[in-house]
């Protein structure tokens, strides 16, 4: 039975650890979105510290998915340098790496991403009130193309993998909730639908990277609300997300976001989402939601509820979360 502290080990990664440091948002770079200094130490600090696998947070692949106004881009080659640099850091501190490429949808504000939001439909997320505009049937194949030329740059700056982020209201979990999907045409309506948008993005980023990279993908494997995407659809979803490429599923929040107030307070409050799909798939699971203890983090191991645990906001607190856990386990 595997712990915390044993490796994985599959086809196309093999990591030192059962410890993931997630992508989470930091706004450090520039209004151009490059990487500096700060990126370097901040990931350099957490892959030194023991982490299996590094996440990069979310880098907004054009201008109009753009979240914040400091976020981190993949969206020009211009970039591709800095990237290259973080990526190498993370790499001689210790940890794979891997970026996530996110286009915010209508999670964003007219101001941060210099246009008005796009979405499904014109309905907004919770949490934001500024109606988005739904995007042209036409419009959907320039998006896809930019995750691959995105896709081209992660690589080109030698991160080990890709993450695609489909969680937190972003634009692939827009697509994918009834909630914010109202279309009528082939990207809305039935789940089919609702998921031609994530499949066909999978397709174009794995037909660019080529069968042996890892990819990974963020699901928001629920919306905890009215409306929106249940468990019971997530899990049927699942196996569709694996069937088109994917290699592990980082499970979270859907439109309810990274931390909904009514589970926030409890550890671990996204892990029986990932238990639950778990049981669906062939692939690795990582399981994240406000995960402190490093007790409790072995037991999501060891009760096989997951087969990785990301550590986000204690991490952030405390750089050597990693290396104190894994001594803790050990001692």
Known sequence: MPSLSDPLITDKITLKNRIVMPPMANDMSSEEGEVNRRHLDHYRSRAEAGVA?????????????????KQLGIHEDRLIEGLRTLAGTIRAAGAMSAIQLTHAGANTTSDACGCQPVGPSDVPPPRRTEAP????????GAIITTYAEAARRAQAAGFDS?????AHGFLLNEFVSPYTNRRNDEYGGSAENRLRLPLEVISAIREQTGPAFPLLY???????MQEGLALDEAREIAPRLVEAGIDILDISGGLCGSRPKDLA???GYFVPLASSIKSVVSVPVIAVGGITDPVYANSVITEEKADLVAVGRAMLKNPGWAREALAQLAG
Request: no cysteine; proline share 2%; glycine share 10%.
């Open 162 to 166: 890709i993450e695609i982020h489909g």
């Open 265 to 267: 307070d409890s550890q």
């Open 218 to 224: 963020r699901f928001g494997a629920s919306d905890f």
């Open 53 to 69: 696998l590094v996440v990069v947070e979310h880098s907004y692949i054009m201008p109009s998915g753009k979240m914040t106004k």
């Open 133 to 140: 505009r739904a995007l042209e049937t036409g419009e959907i």
